[in-house]
């Protein structure tokens, strides 16, 4: 078991410009989650996979978000014309469909806007 | 609207001091209380599930309970490395998937 993985695990970039993260799930997980974590909160609910479908959506999740997971195994989020205001930790999570359902969290990618 | 909320904010305890930490939520029909703990820069680690009043479940030093209203995670004679934020989280009414999840409880405990 060798645990969900994101890469990178920091991304500085300067504001206007687009971030693309990635999120490698557990491999015999189908669920797949996205979250935003600021300094002193809880992780935010973005977005959720189950295989390569994009079933729930939070009203978080701007115009300027999308998040995509083509085959069912990886996912990518990507920010467009980013803001400072998009400045946290991006988690994901995955889990699988038999079970309790335990969602299982990766490392996390830190995004700092400038 | 659901709600999950922690407290104290943070506590800081002597090595072996016992402690618990309170987790209170308001949610329509709960489907699961979930714990989690969480190192400085690092994703959070799963703990515990619980699903109906009266549930306990027990790690090392951590014993986690469950009401119809809230949820305790006690922690009995705790070391240094057991400093870390506790998070704990439930599914919100209308979603079988996503997690709410309350701000957390920054422990310190001081050798």
């Known amino acids: 078991d060798t645990g969900v993985s994101q890469n990178p695990r920091h991304k500085i970039t300067k504001r206007g410009q687009n971030v693309t993260f990635r999120c490698d799930p557990i491999s015999e997980h189908n669920r797949l989650y996205w979250y935003r974590q600021t300094l002193g909160q809880g992780p935010e609910f973005l977005t959720y996979?189950?295989?390569?479908?994009?079933?729930?959506k939070s009203r978080l999740l701007s115009d300027r978000f999308s998040a995509e997971r083509p085959k069912g195994s990886f996912s990518t989020l990507e920010i467009q014309r980013t803001e400072q205001g998009d400045s946290a930790m991006y988690l994901c999570?995955?889990?699988?469909?038999?079970?309790?359902?335990?969602?299982?969290f990766g490392p996390g990618t830190r995004l700092l806007v400038l | 609207e659901d709600q999950v909320t922690q407290s104290p904010e943070a506590l800081r305890l002597q090595e072996g001091e016992s402690s618990s930490l309170n987790c209170s939520y308001t949610?329509?029909?709960?489907?699961?209380l979930f714990w989690y703990r969480q190192d400085p820069g690092k994703g959070p680690e799963f703990l515990f599930t619980?699903?109906?009043a009266g549930e306990e479940k027990e790690k090392e030093r951590l014993k986690a309970t469950l009401t119809k209203k809230e949820s305790f995670l006690h922690i009995t004679a705790p070391k240094p490395e057991d400093s870390a934020t506790y998070l704990c989280a439930v599914p919100p009414s209308g979603s079988a998937r996503q997690l709410t999840f309350g701000s957390g409880t920054q422990l310190t405990v001081l050798p």
């Open positions: 999570a995955s889990s699988s469909s038999t079970g309790r359902e335990t969602q299982y």
């Open positions: 949610v329509s029909g709960l489907r699961g």
């Open positions: 619980l699903y109906s």
């Open positions: 996979f189950q295989n390569e479908a994009q079933l729930e």
